[in-house]
C-alpha cells in the first residue's frame, strides 16, 4: 500500500520531487518505492529511456486505478468522519445525576458550544460504551472501571435522609428504627434495601416502598412522603435549611465519576469531556 500510493502521487504530480513533497518523504524514497511495485508486479510502470520519464501503458492504468481506489476511501472517510462528526453526543447517566448537576450547568455548555448536539439518557441502568452508541457516562462509585477513564466529577459521602416533617426532630441511634415509616428509593436502585442489609438489619423494608425516577425522588423526599438513600452533595442546600435531616451517613466517601473509553475522542465529545472536568474544578474551587 505504501508503494502503491507513492507511485499514485507520483502520477498524480508528475515529479518524484513534488511526490515526495505531498507525502512528506525525500524523493529518493519516491523513486525507491516505485522501483520496489514494479519488482513485485514484474511490469515496468515508468520508461526510464528517455530524458524525462514517462509512464508505460501498464504505469497509466495501475494509475487510473489507483485514483478510482483512493479516490473512494478518500471519499468514504470523508462521508463516515463527517457522519461521526454530526452524531449527537450521547451521555449515559442518573436522573438525580442530570437532574441536580448536569442541567443546572447545561446552559453554559450550550452557549460556549451552540453546534454540538447532545442526548442525555437519564437511567440507572448500566449501558456499554462503545462506538456509534454510548459516548460518555457518569456513575456512583468509588472509582476503578476497568477498560474505561475515569474522572471525579463530584465527592459525596452516602447519607440517609428525611424530611422532619415526616420523622420529627428527635435522636434515631438504630436503623431498625426507620422500618416504621414510609421508604423512597431510586427506580432501577436497590440502596434502600442493601443500606439496610449493610446495618444488619435483616427485617424487609416495609411493602410501602416507592421507587421512582431520582429528580421525583428529591421532591418526594421534601415532601415528606418518605426517608431516601441518595448521594448527600445534592442535597446540602436542603439540609443546611432543615428541610431535610441527615439520619445517619457513611463514612466512606465515593463520588460520580465520568466514564469514557481510552484513545481519540471525536471533536464533540472532547469538547463535552472537558467542559464537564472544568465545571467540577470550579465547584471544587468554590467559583
Known amino acids: 500500500m505504501t508503494a502503491l500510493r507513492a507511485f499514485a502521487a507520483y502520477a498524480e504530480t508528475g515529479s518524484v520531487t513534488q511526490a515526495g ?3 512528506n518523504v525525500s524523493h529518493a524514497a519516491i523513486s525507491q518505492q516505485i522501483k520496489s511495485l514494479e519488482g513485485f508486479l514484474g511490469v515496468p510502470l515508468l520508461d526510464r529511456t528517455g530524458r524525462q520519464m514517462q509512464m508505460t501503458e501498464q504505469g497509466r492504468e495501475l494509475a487510473d486505478a489507483c ?3 483512493f479516490g473512494a476511501i478518500a471519499n468514504m472517510v470523508d462521508q ?3 457522519l461521526e462528526d454530526d452524531r449527537p453526543i450521547q451521555l449515559s ?3 438525580l445525576f442530570a437532574a441536580s448537576w448536569l442541567m443546572p450547568r447545561l446552559a453554559d455548555f450550550r452557549q460556549k458550544h451552540p453546534e454540538i448536539s447532545l442526548m442525555v439518557d437519564p437511567s440507572p441502568e448500566l449501558r456499554p460504551l462503545q462506538p456509534g452508541g454510548i459516548d460518555l457516562a457518569v456513575r456512583y462509585c468509588a472509582g476503578g472501571w476497568p477498560g474505561l477513564e475515569a474522572h471525579l466529577l463530584v465527592q459525596s459521602a452516602i447519607v440517609v435522609i428525611a424530611s422532619p416533617s415526616l420523622i420529627g ?16 428509593q431510586e427506580m432501577g436502585t436497590n440502596e434502600a434495601t442493601t ?3 449493610e446495618q444488619g438489619v435483616a427485617q424487609a423494608l416495609p411493602r410501602g416502598l416507592t421507587s421512582l425516577p431520582g429528580n421525583l425522588l428529591s ?21 443546611q435549611a432543615g428541610r431535610l435531616r441527615v439520619l445517619f451517613q457513611d ?13 481519540v475522542r471525536r471533536p464533540a465529545v472532547r469538547a463535552f469531556h472537558k467542559w464537564a472536568l472544568r465545571q467540577a474544578r470550579k465547584d471544587i474551587q468554590g467559583l
Open 21 to 23: 513533497r505531498a507525502l
Open 67 to 69: 485514483f478510482l481506489g
Open 80 to 82: 463516515l468522519t463527517q
Open 93 to 95: 447517566t442518573t436522573p
Open 169 to 184: 426532630h428527635g435522636p434515631i441511634e438504630d436503623p431498625a428504627e426507620l422500618l416504621k415509616y414510609p421508604w423512597l
Open 195 to 197: 443500606w439496610m442489609r
Open 219 to 239: 421532591d418526594a423526599a421534601r415532601d415528606g412522603q418518605g426517608i431516601a438513600v441518595t448521594a448527600r452533595a445534592f442535597f446540602e442546600a436542603d439540609i
Open 251 to 263: 463514612q466512606i466517601e465515593k463520588g460520580y465519576y465520568l466514564l469514557s473509553r481510552p484513545g
